[in-house]
């Protein structure tokens, strides 16, 4: 089971990214997904998080301009960045909670490899 995020870039300030993650391998379920990120000198934070129903939370620092959506077709989930400023650059993570088709497996925690995201002019 892995997971491949993709998306990020270069981008000036007040412009968009979309942000892809996809889990694969031997997938029974996927339940919560969700993205953090990492800016140099700065612990990860948790952005943003929905469950396979749907119901999303996102943190207040993002509410507005950040938007969480999945395809549960497709074990996939995004991150709509509008509005981004410089202090939004970071290395972004996607995070998923994945029960595999492995016997006796309950379930763990994954983790993308992180894609960068630079906003400036």
């Known amino acids: 089971v892995q997971l491949q995020a993709s998306g990020g870039g270069l981008v000036q300030p007040g412009g968009s990214l979309r942000l892809s993650c996809a889990a694969s391998?031997?997938?029974?379920?996927?339940?919560?997904m969700g993205w953090y990120r990492q800016a140099p000198g700065k612990e990860r934070e948790r952005l943003a998080e929905?469950?396979?129903?749907?119901?999303?939370d996102l943190v207040d620092s993002v509410k507005g301009r950040f938007s969480i959506s999945r395809d549960n077709d497709k074990n996939t989930v995004y991150l709509q960045m509008d509005s981004l400023k410089p202090e939004d650059t970071a290395v972004y993570y996607c995070?998923?909670?994945?029960?595999?088709?492995?016997?006796?497996?309950?379930?763990?925690?994954?983790w993308g490899k992180g894609t960068q995201v630079t906003v400036s002019s």
């Open positions: 995070n998923a909670f994945i029960i595999s088709t492995n016997q006796g497996d309950f379930g763990k925690d994954y």
């Open positions: 391998g031997n997938i029974f379920s996927v339940t919560y």
């Open positions: 929905i469950t396979k129903g749907g119901v999303a």
